[in-house]
């Protein structure tokens, strides 16, 4: 497509033109979000850099120059080779189901000796990109073609079947929530969804009886009574509300959050870290830091609304959504509004795969700024 | 590009859409949160709290027991003891080494600390060795910088510095069991102790002082943070008791190993100075916990250690119990001093025979009551208990304290038993046979007293008629002394008991007495009366042999020996009883009880110099 490529004054840009041209108050965003997660970290160290916030200083860091090198990668670079990402992500978890690592009841690592790989994690991203390349090339009237459909349905239920069976319910739930979002932001029909959410209604029986294990039973059980079994598996759903409501409206300070500090609280550095900001600095805390997102996800929003490309819109939208999809489980979850599923506060608990996996994303998200006017064709070929 | 267009009008919509559904459920979660934070923010606050402090107990220091003159019989002494917190040593084996180059470990005790280290939680202390001598303490002490995770502290243990001597009045502490659990939270305490037997059982409450309390904070494991407030606890408070525990220790040494219990009283005041029971136990033993072995040892042991045979022990009082009959008998003005009788050695009653212990020698031939006291002749009470009838003579028993529990700060104290007609019937269904009286009259049948109940007989008898009751424990210092009332009148006439008494005399010092050996030595006079208290019915046969003799017969058939007594007869103060279970003859514990008797008074200061010689010849170094 020649024309296309008249069209566009960016399409050679230089690096320099490129970096002068990242959205560099989204980037500090997320610094700020990420800053809120030392400190809590640091708190969670019971006031000492070891051993979550030096570590997850360096992560933030090296995963900051990904994210700046992803984002200064020409668009349909990723355009091309999403496929390719994407395949690599299911070999991944393929590996991982025949040669993972055991940890915490759960079988969810690869070990690339240099370190321990989550590729479920990286699997929400590539996902999003062959889904985004799929439907890009997809024409408005296509998608309402059933048979189209069935090619990205199968993308997303392979590795989400794959994850379930790790088992990581979490980001199972998350994977197919991102991709359900991409199908109806690439505009599926209306009567699709309900009848796909009629379909996941009849199919919770039988996903209950035969799909979930009993400790994912349990959690559900547990979400629905937690008192009936407080020193149990409700002490974490209990433990977590007790901490938060105690922490009122200004918190009890920095470092002097008693349910964290005396390890009430499970998992302070890494489901439960929002509840430690809650205790330590009261619902003042927790709206400042539900600002950051929110900010976070208009910037996301209006570089996907600003693309010219469908690829980018739905990457951006795409990574954005996936984004906002973590921390509302997170936040209902340790809140009490949902079962406790293991996912982590993006940006802030402690773990170094999401968080990559999050700054590639937002490097993407970046890229299709940078990249916004790029036009591409429908087909894959459009820039020879 | 059209199409395009299209693509991007729906996107836009649908983004739109799904932004302000993310934007209602961020309305969601940020109303949960303004639920969870400012309107239920108090209760998670009390829930946190709760959460966070725990309350401590202080046990209280236990209050000490004190005899008469101030000597501690049982105390607190500080248990040294060094502990081990596994987390705060790297290498447990070697520490242990070190240790044991300092403090006695055996190795089995080395693996015991290993193995309740891996077993416990890392911050949690392992005791590795207790009652340390100060020297083995003072050495741990010095070198704990070497001694990764050792660290050492003084608790305290119960203390019994007498041993077996007071055991039986005293009592022991040991580990609270399930039964004695009261929802007082002290008792909870791991290593607490209490009272089990004796004054520290009685005085329990008294003794144990009132808990203080320690606000710390702890994790979710347990582990103290720091302490948040401290209330100190009220210490026991101590108790006097009336013993005099160098009489008490002279006494057991003198009854050795025989099977015995001997009571020392004040006559006035009831005060017991010295109560023994022999053989004896070591109270510390139940402290520390006993082994199976050694608790089977005691409780078969055929001399009965752990039973206070001077308030549980329950015998016939045999011719002891004769002055009540006197009594009795002048009481209901039946018979008086000048009562006659003809002994000729037995008394028939229908077609049965009942003897005289001078039996064999022909009888006593005629005797007036204070005689037949001195000499002891059993028909002169057979005559004398069927003219009064056994319900007047049980009357007068029960006046003088037999057949109830005597009011004494002491556990496990029996009533005996004191027969009546009513009773017999109540329990066996028979009426009451009139040779029962007989030989009630000469205290055998059915008649149980205790030695102590023979000591408040011998005083009532003593101190002209008043009915002391018998103390163990003089005062609980720092409470207000109950006022001790002076004792009621039995009501009894005073020519009836001078008579009772001047026979009692006669008993030790006349020319016909039971227990002429046993006269002391000096000026003082003392009085008693023998008693022979029969353990198994004599058969016609042996009695034809002219009866027992003591070494034929095995020890389980013997008779008891008892003897009560008071002094100075004249002017009395201490009145004493003493049972040596099959002991032979009432003679011999009365040689016993002489023995006793100058030692008493030896520890009297007033007396001291009229006892003369005896008293010179057993020096103070002899005394306890």
């Known amino acids: 497509m020649a024309l296309g490529r008249e069209f566009d004054p960016r399409e050679r840009l230089s690096l320099g033109q490129k970096l002068a041209d990242v959205n560099w108050l989204l980037v500090l965003l997320l610094c700020l979000v990420a800053g809120v997660g030392f400190a809590m970290l640091y708190s969670a160290g ?3 850099y070891s051993p979550w916030a030096s570590r997850q200083m360096l992560r933030f860091g090296l995963g900051l120059v990904l994210l700046l090198g992803v984002a200064v990668v020409d668009i349909r670079f990723w355009y091309r080779h999403a496929y390719v990402l994407y395949a690599v992500a299911l070999l991944l978890l393929v590996a991982v189901e025949v040669a993972g690592v055991v940890g915490m009841g759960a079988r969810r690592w690869v070990d690339l000796g240099l370190f321990q790989l989550q590729p479920s994690e990286l699997m929400k991203v590539a996902l999003i990109l062959a889904l985004a390349r799929y439907f890009h090339g997809l024409a408005h009237e296509d998608i309402g073609r059933l048979p189209l459909l069935l090619v990205p349905a199968a993308m997303t239920l392979v590795p989400v079947a794959l994850v379930v069976r790790q088992p990581d319910l979490g980001t199972a739930l998350l994977i197919s929530m991102s991709a359900l979002g991409l199908f109806f932001l690439a505009g599926v029909r209306w009567w699709k969804f309900a009848l796909g959410l009629a379909g996941v209604v009849g199919a919770v029986p039988l996903a209950w009886q035969y799909l979930l294990h009993e400790y994912q039973r349990q959690r559900v059980l547990i979400f629905l009574n937690p008192e009936n079994d407080p020193l149990g598996a409700g002490y974490h759903a209990i433990q977590s509300k007790i901490a938060l ?16 500090h005396l390890n009430f609280l499970p998992e302070r550095q890494t489901d439960f870290i929002f509840t430690m900001l809650a205790e330590e600095f009261g619902l003042v805390g927790c709206l400042v830091l539900l600002g950051l997102y929110l900010a976070i996800l208009a910037y996301g929003l209006a570089i996907a609304l600003r693309a010219r490309s469908q690829f980018a819109r739905l990457l951006a939208a795409g990574v954005t959504l996936t984004f906002f999809l973590y921390l509302f489980i997170n936040i209902a979850m340790v809140t009490g509004l949902l079962p406790v599923v293991g996912v982590p506060l993006p940006l802030v608990s402690y773990g170094g795969t999401a968080m990559l996996t999050l700054l590639i994303g937002f490097g993407l998200v970046i890229s299709c700024y940078v990249h916004r006017d790029v036009a591409m064709g429908l087909r894959p070929d459009f820039d020879g | 590009m059209d199409r395009d267009a299209d693509r991007r009008r729906s996107f836009t919509r649908r983004a739109a859409l799904l932004g302000a559904g993310q934007l209602s459920l961020f309305g969601a979660l940020i109303g949960r949160m303004y639920y969870l934070q400012v309107e239920e923010a108090d209760q998670y606050q009390i829930l946190a709290e709760e959460n966070r402090i725990n309350l401590r107990l202080l046990a209280p220091p236990r209050g000490r027991i004190l005899d008469r003159f101030g000597a501690e019989v049982a105390h607190n002494r500080r248990n040294f003891r060094v502990l081990l917190t596994p987390e705060q040593t790297d290498d447990p084996n070697q520490t242990m080494a070190r240790l044991a180059a300092i403090v006695n470990l055996p190795d089995e005790e080395i693996v015991r600390v290993l193995r309740e280290m891996r077993r416990q939680r890392p911050f949690i202390s392992v005791t590795v060795a207790e009652n340390l001598t100060w020297e083995e303490f003072a050495g741990v002490n010095v070198r704990l910088p070497e001694l990764a995770g050792v660290h050492t502290d003084v608790g305290q243990v119960r203390h019994y510095p007498f041993g077996d001597r007071l055991s039986h009045i005293v009592g022991y502490v040991a580990a609270v069991s399930e039964q004695e659990l009261t929802g007082e939270p002290l008792l909870e305490l791991p290593n607490f102790r209490i009272g089990k037997v004796g004054v520290e059982k009685v005085l329990e409450t008294k003794l144990r002082g009132r808990a203080g309390s320690s606000r710390v904070e702890v994790n979710a494991y347990g582990r103290i943070i720091r302490e948040l407030r401290r209330q100190e606890g009220e210490p026991g408070h101590d108790a006097v008791l009336t013993v005099d525990s160098e009489l008490q220790g002279w006494l057991m040494g003198r ?13 006035h005041t009831g005060e017991v100075l010295a109560m023994t029971s022999t053989p004896s136990y070591d109270p510390g033993a139940f402290n520390r916990g006993l082994s199976a072995k050694a608790w089977r040892a005691l409780t078969e042991h055929p001399r009965k250690p752990l039973v206070n045979k001077a ?16 009594l009795a008998a002048m009481d209901a003005g039946i018979a008086g001093p000048g ?38 002749c059993d028909v002169y009470f057979y005559d004398l208990a069927k003219r009064v009838g056994v319900d007047r003579i049980s009357d007068m028993a029960q006046r003088f304290g037999l057949g109830q529990v005597p009011p004494v700060e002491l556990t496990g104290a029996r009533a005996g038993l004191v027969p009546t007609r009513a009773w017999k019937l109540a329990i066996t269904g028979k009426p009451w046979q009139q040779g029962e009286t007989l030989i009630t009259g000469i205290g055998q049948g059915y008649i149980l007293t205790t030695p102590l109940q023979l000591a408040v007989m011998t005083a009532r008898l003593a101190n002209g008629g008043f009915a002391v009751e018998p103390r163990i424990v003089r005062s609980v210092l720092g409470e207000a002394a109950a006022p001790v009332a002076s004792p009621p009148s039995l009501g009894l006439s005073a020519a009836a008991l001078k008579l009772v008494r001047d026979g009692m005399d006669g008993v030790v010092n006349g020319k016909r007495g039971t227990a002429r050996k046993a006269a002391l030595d000096g000026e003082i006079r003392m009085a008693g009366k023998t008693g022979t208290a029969q353990v198994r019915r004599i058969t016609k046969a042996e009695r034809a042999k002219g009866g027992k003799l003591a070494e034929d017969t095995p020890w389980e058939e013997r008779d008891h020996a008892l003897f009560v007594a008071y002094a100075p007869a004249d002017a009395p103060r201490y009145a004493a009883a003493l049972v040596i279970e099959h002991g032979g003859s009432g003679a011999s514990a009365a040689l016993v009880s002489k023995e006793i008797m100058t030692e008493v008074l030896r520890r009297d200061p007033q007396r001291r110099a009229a006892l003369g010689r005896l008293a010179g010849r057993l020096g103070p170094g002899q005394a306890g």
């Open chain 1, 245 to 260: 409501g105690s922490g009122g409206l200004f918190g009890k300070g920095f470092l002097q959050g008693t349910q964290s």
């Open chain 2, 311 to 326: 308030t549980a022990g329950q015998y016939p009082p045999g011719s002891v119990f004769k002055m009540l009959v006197a």
């Open chain 2, 255 to 267: 009854l050795g190993e025989e099977s015995a219990a001997a009571v020392v009283l004040d006559v």
């Open chain 2, 339 to 376: 009562h006659r009788v003809f002994c000729n050695g037995k008394m028939r009653l229908g077609n049965h025979t009942f003897h005289c212990w001078r039996d064999k020698y022909g009888g006593h031939g005629w005797l007036e009551m204070q005689d037949a006291i001195e000499q002891s």
């Open chain 1, 46 to 48: 019971n006031g000492s």
